[in-house]
């Protein structure tokens, strides 16, 4: 291996020098010089060119190669990933502390057998804890309380798979920087990566969230890997979502469901009427949509609740939808149904915390708005689904059709779409007159 040395590379305008300094010398960009390892001597550069000649090959004539894939045996996990796992492959997994990326980790090293677990968060005596509380007795599994990341690729010796928590804790002696600096996350991230595909295991890092809601250090970390798994949820309800942000081995935007129970995640695989509430009663202003998290159906709750307003400017407030959505819809249903809830203030709410961002939902929302505001409760049968044009006209969503069976399959015998009705003030007609 040629020698290597550290400098510290603008990423700018490419400027290199041996210390830090918190400006560019050459281009006066603040904050953009990173530590990088150089080859000394003998370099890249300084090496004569190879007189290889290479051949592009027909892609026709490459041996297609079936992937076996590993099951993680937890069922949202598999859906997640694609149906399992992919020899060598790299996940990001990224969320907010305390979401419980430790505790997926844990749970999944636990299923499977030689998983190595290496920590550099939390002691030994630490994990053992959240281990007991999961009843974990699996022996094959074994720990590590490392954060040198050239120790911990020594230690690589058949596991099954890896888990490193996390990649912000890790470090290299081949640079100075602190841990969690761009330079040594990429660099720690790219050694791992690299000892992972020779060795054909998987590995699972978890990666720490900036601020903004971005994983935290550089911007080649999403790159490299060829999965990222981002855990969302409210911390102060039980359920966990999880979303697959990018997959090369599967489809992006699938979704996990899961409940942070006291003895770790749960699986929901019954997850379509998760959001409604029980016993729901026929209640002004309450309709029952469906929304697709990634090719799964999910029944949501659309409540709105009307008063007449004190203001100049009624107030708008939207739980779960977005604001100007709602903007757009009430123009509509005051132009269209001539409703006039400009006097009015408006609330809008998604049961269940969850966050509606596709227009399917459109619909249901004008519906629940005008339940309110005539104080009329919507049949409980029915389900509303379809995007509201600005000219009042109802269009149909994507897998309308999937989504309408699944509603019927649960009980919501009746529903509302662009087949039955072309335009919001036929609905509220129908509906609520
Ligand atoms: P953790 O996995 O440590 O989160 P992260 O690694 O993402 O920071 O999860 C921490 C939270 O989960 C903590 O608030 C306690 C809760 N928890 C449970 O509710 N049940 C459990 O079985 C475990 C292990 C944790
Ligand atoms: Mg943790």
Known sequence: MAKTHSQYVCQQCGYSQVGWAGKCPNCSSWGSLVETLMATGEGKKGKAKSQKKVEPISLISVSSKKTSRLSTKISELDRVLGGGLVPGQVVLIAGEPGIGKSTMLLQLADKLRNALYVSGEESAAQVK???????IKNKTLKFLEETDVDTIVDSFDGPSLVVIDSIQTMTTDDLSGLAGSV?????CAFRLLKRAKEGDVPLFMVGHVTKEGTVAGPAVLAHIVDTILWFEGDKSLTLRLLRAVKNRFGPTDEVGIFEMEDKGLLPLTNAEKIFLTKA?????????SSILQGTRPLLVEIQSLIVPTKMAFPKRVAQGVDARRLEMLLAVLIRRCGLPLYEYDVFVNVAGGIKVVEPAADLAIILSIASSFFDKPVAKSVMALGEVGL???VREVVAEEKRVKEAKRLG???????KEIKYVNEVVKKLLR
């Open 183 to 187: 330079g040594q996350v990429r660099e």
């Open 391 to 393: 000219l009042g006209e």
């Open 412 to 418: 919501f015998s009746r529903p509302v779409t662009q």
């Open 129 to 135: 804890v959240r281990a007991d509380r999961l009843g």
């Open 280 to 288: 729901r009663a026929e209640v002004p202003g309450s309709v029952v």
